[in-house]
């Protein structure tokens, strides 16, 4: 409650000050431009940075003065034959091109291409590089941070594992953990799939609840990790579910679908096509739901931790900290609501795929 | 379209690999055994209540046994001192009867034997009184009778006209 209050408050404080502060800091935005980068462009520059994925781990520092912290990841690539290198490479060439097997690449705007010697990208009229892209199969921030992920899962639920083999007292770590997987079982699975079905679908819901959750709460450390925000991690997670539906579909379930029991013939032709839209509409929205909300919620907390340095006044930098504060705590609801909106999802589909119809309707 | 321009196929690879390699790893060490040991446990606590509940209803079982066994035994204690008073009562009637009806006997016969007694006291001394009448008809007649016996059965006969009581 106090947090809500807070939040508020400060949201309402920033409001006010955002006229009085604006107008005097424009003039000392354009005084910038002519040295250094503007504070505005640094934040773009550090959002698009965070937004999106890197070929290594960047910790702190700016890379433009050299400070830079951050520890390189390896390279694979594949353009016809397989390369292999680590990513400080493309800081130890003097034109950022490396060379590898015949073939040159250059790392430009967080994506790997192919170049000649000297590293030249080709534009389009629209300002679009034409120079061919190798497929990347390198371990990124966002991969390696998925393996963090996964250790980090194994380790946790395998030590609980472990101690319930002597005991069947849940006692600290299992303490925890217990109630979320008694959570998973009692309010999404049971209730979604029914009582016959649902231990089949335990292990994916489990996993995909907590893979989602602990990837969401890593994103909201300062290690600046965006696991979730990413689309093609979503279109993976969300394409398991959609195999999954589709292959524990039972009679019923396709009947619904292409045959539609209980309506006039000629509606059933027009429910078809709907219908079969749907199988494919259910796991996108599961893809772009979680992307988005993930994605929304990093650009937010950056945009306004940016603020914080675009305003001169230090009652407004304190409002939007405060403001940075509040939202933070929502994002870590979020965190969890996105993990379980997706996991709920998930099971209800689980949840009519195997569902057995006795009456006709 | 900057959403598949974002799209990485190989981010998509790993995570794909990655997730499911993931999934089949947690599955066999870590679901398996901890939704098996919390359904054990939900198990053994059902299982513990119920068996609680058994406990219970058989101790009040036991106990309302006990309750009939106690009255049981009071009742039957109840009548076996009933009785028990009873065979006292009865022995100590039939004593006093037993006693009081040898008493009886024994006065009778006492009263018998004093009757006899005195009878035979009465007899003798009427013999003795016949003797001495005799003896005294004789000293006063100053002379013997010639027929003793005759005169003896005389005063007798005389002396029974007397009722000696």
């Not at chain 1, 089949?200 to 969401?216: C, E």
């Not at chain 1, 219908?275 to 979680?290: D, Q, T, W, Y």
């Not at chain 2, 446990?41 to 059902?46: D, G, P, V």
Request: aromatic residues 12%; proline residues 2%.
């Amino acid at each position: 409650m106090q947090i809500k209050r807070f939040g508020f408050f400060a949201f309402l404080f920033a409001l006010s000050l955002t006229a009085s502060a604006g107008d005097g800091h424009d003039s000392h935005d354009s005084h910038d431009d002519h040295g250094e980068k503007s504070i505005k462009e640094q934040i773009n520059e550090v959002k698009e940075h965070h937004l999106k994925d890197s070929h290594s781990f960047h910790l702190w520092g700016d890379h433009a003065k050299g400070n830079s912290v951050e520890f390189p990841l390896p390279i694979i690539l594949w353009d016809g034959q397989l390369h292999f290198f680590m990513s400080s490479e493309f800081h130890h060439q003097e034109n950022g091109v490396v060379e590898s097997k015949g073939s040159h690449f250059r790392l430009y705007h967080s994506k790997i291409y192919s170049t000649d010697a000297e590293g030249h990208i080709n534009y389009d009229e629209e300002h679009h590089v034409t120079n061919e892209k190798p497929i990347d199969f390198s371990i990124t921030k966002t991969v390696f941070s998925t393996i963090l992920v996964g250790l980090l899962m194994l380790w946790m639920f395998g030590s609980v594992a472990k101690r319930y083999k002597n005991d069947l007292v849940p006692r600290g770590l299992s303490k925890f953990l217990e109630p979320l997987v008694i959570l998973v079982r009692d309010d999404i699975a049971r209730p979604n799939i029914g009582e016959k079905d649902y231990k089949r679908f335990m292990p994916y819901l489990l996993t995909v609840f907590f893979f989602i959750w602990i990837a969401n709460m890593i994103g909201q450390t300062p290690l600046g990790i965006n696991i979730t925000g990413n689309i093609a991690v979503t279109f993976g997670l969300a394409l398991i579910t959609f195999f999954i539906t589709q292959f524990s579909g039972k009679k019923d379930y396709w009947a619904h679908i292409f045959w539609m029991p209980g309506v006039p013939y000629v509606m059933r032709i027009v429910l078809m096509p709907i219908e079969v839209l749907g199988l494919f509409v259910k796991p996108f929205s599961l893809m772009i739901r979680l992307y988005a909300n993930i994605l929304a919620g990093h650009t937010v907390i950056i945009s306004i931790i940016g603020l914080i340095f675009v305003f001169g006044a230090w009652g407004a930098k304190g409002a939007f900290f405060g403001l940075t504060f509040f939202l933070s705590i929502i994002e870590l609801l979020v965190a969890f609501l996105q993990a379980y909106i997706f996991t709920m999802l998930s099971a209800l589909y689980f949840g009519s795929a195997v569902e057995e119809h006795d009456e006709h309707h | 379209m900057a959403l598949l321009e974002d799209f990485s196929v190989g981010l998509f690879f790993w995570q794909l690999l990655l997730f499911i390699v993931l999934l089949i790893v947690l599955r066999k060490y870590a679901w398996k055994p901890i939704l098996g040991a919390v359904e054990e446990r939900e198990k053994s606590i059902e299982d513990s209540l119920a068996s609680a509940e058994k406990a219970r209803e058989e101790m009040e079982r036991l106990q309302a046994d006990n309750n009939r066994i106690l009255a049981e035994a009071r009742a039957e204690r109840d009548t076996i001192l009933k009785e028990a008073r009873e065979i006292k009562d009865k022995m100590i009637n039939d004593a006093k009867s037993e006693a009081g009806s040898q008493a009886e006997k024994i006065i009778a016969n006492a009263k018998e034997q004093i009757q006899n007694e005195k009878m035979a006291a009465v007899t003798d001394l009427k013999n003795q009184v016949a003797e001495m009448s005799i003896e005294i008809a004789e000293l006063v007649l100053g002379k013997e009778l010639s027929d003793k016996s005759k005169q003896g059965e005389l005063v007798k006969e005389q002396l029974d006209k007397f009722k000696l009581n």
